[in-house]
């Protein structure tokens, strides 16, 4: 089993930044694929930003070049950290921001999720 809690999330003004955190604990060592995900009100889960166990990521359009998903170590351990830098927010950013791990598809594992919110 694997363990996410998010933190970081909070109010900030157009052009902010903040940093979301992901703990992870658990199996982790099973764990291939680390993200963050969002959901806006009234609109549907997006995918914002994956890394993948080798160091690979992948972004969003809507947040390419002003987000950047990072973790605390090159290796898996017993405990896992995972950042998403989030530079130059808009109104547009403002959501849930969830935490996800995968071990081979599916996305099995979630956080509970960190309020982010953009004032204009």
């Known amino acids: 089993q694997v363990r996410l809690v998010e933190s970081g999330g909070g109010l900030v003004q157009t052009g902010g930044s903040l940093r979301l955190s992901c703990a992870a604990s658990?199996?982790?060592?099973?764990?291939?694929?680390m993200g963050w995900y969002r959901q806006a009100p009234g609109k549907q889960r997006e995918l914002v930003a994956t890394l993948t166990k080798g160091g690979s990521t992948n972004y969003a359009d809507s947040v390419k070049g002003r987000f950047t998903i990072s973790r605390d170590s090159a290796k898996y351990s017993v405990y896992l950290s995972v950042y998403l830098q989030m530079n130059s927010l808009n109104p547009e950013d403002t959501a849930v921001y969830y935490c996800?791990?995968?071990?081979?598809?599916?996305?099995?594992?979630w956080g509970q999720g960190t309020q982010v919110t953009v004032s204009s």
């Open positions: 658990g199996n982790i060592f099973r764990l291939n694929t």
């Open positions: 996800a791990a995968d071990e081979f598809g599916g996305w099995p594992y």
